[in-house]
């Protein structure tokens, strides 16, 4: 009965091991990523179906520990593959996987769908000899289904529950289940995908580093859409270095995406930012007014240390007024974008399972009040309303409108005025701007509240600015540390 002391011994250890140090551990005979996904799968049972029932996991990849040996066997007779080698990964339910797994998208519409080939994230990670391990629960259809939707509630896996403070904290949404396992180390590292927020807000709320990358970094391709203006997937990680590796891993031009073909950045271009720990030379602009009068008092004092260090480590900081700053950001381009996009992905999943449009998503919750209604669908019923061709004016207008707020008026306005390098927002407010002009931004942990609630320090800059921001969240995160496990 060797199986409880190893399954100790790995939870004291290695449950907070970055993946470096897990693969040094691998090329070293210490540890299998046999092993590795054993201890996983038993914390998953332990903690996310048991114990405090965080309801992250939706569901395990059947085939998770056989694929771990064979990659077990291929570092014996060839060497790993690269750093993610073994690695078990957990994805968000949105995200196309060929296997015995569902993508859903939280619906109990799609809960019998499989996926009839690979999303272009999931080659890619499986090329790079990552795991995966399983899928994440997550607020249902990403969160454009009602307006007072929970965060990380969903009619097939339930409510996701934050490990900081089960019952206490909002976990964020919608990449909930991606955010909450990570933080409760049931994977090394998960994906997450955002259109407004959903990778920094689950990133903020569980102590995570969360990169939403610039729109064409990382193709959309098998992932069930909101918008394509907007749609974008990331990583979610305990370290900006984790997270790193897995954005340079999904990375690729992909023709089915063709804004994938207009990427500069290599791998090396995302990895070469952790040799020192320095802002040095760098200038940032604080996106105070409009943003800091969200936060309580306790928030600020945080986020006003943060920026006291980022100065200790050399960047030079300056106020930043963005025109755009107050505008109420409108979801229009989103409805309009909705019904075009997921009735182009429903039209191509297998058809026994009866689902072919938004509008047959809508009839089907209709005729399941009670288990699929229990916030309503009205941002669906909105979506189906347009044409579905994007010939409306109205259209074209908003989409006319979020670029310009966002970018002209926005984030390259202030760049451009300061001579900056990047911004700052507090936690993850900066969100929807960023969102909006399809440029990237990264969160790291910068303290927690009294009550125990994590918050977060974003940095934002123009399109594809990933190196920078990647160097300046890892030098920020070496000099502070603030991150630290939930008590479960």
């Not at 890619?124 to 009602?146: D, H, P, S, Y």
């Not at 995406?257 to 200038?283: Q, R």
């Not at 920026?307 to 050399?314: D, F, Q, S, T, V």
Request: proline share 5%; aromatic share 8%; net charge negative.
């Amino acid at each position: 009965m060797k199986d409880p002391f190893l399954f100790t011994f790995y939870n004291e250890h290695l449950v907070e091991a970055a993946i470096d140090e897990l693969q040094d551990k691998m090329n070293a005979g210490e540890l299998t990523s046999r092993q590795l996904v054993m201890m996983y799968l038993y914390r998953i049972a332990s903690i996310d179906s048991g114990g405090p029932k965080l309801n992250s996991v939706l569901e395990i990849n059947p085939d998770a520990v056989h694929i771990a040996e064979a990659l077990d066997w291929e570092r014996k007779s060839k060497g790993p593959r690269g750093p993610l080698h073994g690695i078990p990964i957990l994805l968000k339910d949105n995200i196309d996987t060929h296997d015995k797994m569902h993508t859903s998208a939280g619906s109990l519409a799609l809960a019998h769908s499989v996926a009839l080939k690979d999303s272009y994230v999931a080659k890619q990670l499986r090329r790079a000899g990552a795991v995966i391990l399983g899928k994440t629960n997550m607020t249902e259809w990403a969160n454009f289904m009602a307006e007072d939707m929970k965060n990380g509630y969903s009619s097939r896996g339930g409510q996701v529950l934050n490990p900081y403070g089960p019952g206490s904290f909002d976990v964020g949404g919608s990449s909930a289940g991606s955010g909450a396992s990570t933080a409760a180390n049931l994977a090394a590292a998960a994906v997450g995908t955002e259109t407004s927020g959903s990778i920094l807000n689950p990133a903020v709320q569980n102590s995570l580093v969360g990169i939403k990358p610039t729109i064409g970094l990382i193709s959309r391709s098998g992932i069930i859409p909101i918008a394509q203006s907007q749609d974008t997937a990331g990583p979610m990680a305990r370290t900006v270095k984790d997270a790193a590796l897995l954005l340079a891993a999904m990375m690729g031009a992909d023709e089915q995406d063709p804004i994938t073909l207009t990427n500069p950045i290599c791998h090396e271009d995302i990895l070469m930012g952790f040799e020192e720990y320095s802002a040095k030379g760098v200038k940032l602009g604080i996106a105070r007014e409009g943003y800091f009068e969200h936060l309580t008092q306790e928030q600020t004092v945080i986020m006003e240390n943060a920026i006291k260090k980022l100065k200790e480590l050399g960047a030079e900081i300056e106020e930043a007024v963005i025109p755009s700053a107050k505008e109420k950001w409108r979801y229009d381009v989103l409805t309009y974008e909705f019904k075009t996009d997921v009735n182009a992905y429903l039209r191509g999943i297998d058809p026994s399972v009866g689902i072919r449009s938004l509008s047959d998503v809508i009839q089907f919750n209709l005729q399941n009040p009670e288990r699929m209604l229990k916030y309503g669908q009205k941002m669906l019923q909105e979506a189906e309303r347009t044409s579905g061709n994007l010939v409306e004016k109205e259209y074209i207008e908003a989409l006319e409108e979020d670029v310009y707020f966002s970018r002209e008026r926005g984030i390259d306005y202030v760049l451009k005025e300061l001579k900056a390098d990047a911004l700052i927002f507090p936690h993850d407010l900066g969100a929807d701007i960023a969102a909006k002009a399809g440029y990237p931004s990264i969160t790291v942990p910068a303290g927690y509240t009294h009550a125990g609630e994590p918050i977060g320090i974003t940095f934002t800059g123009t399109a594809f600015s990933e190196p920078l921001l990647i160097k300046l969240a890892y030098a920020y995160e070496q000099a502070t540390k603030h991150r630290h496990a939930p008590e479960l």
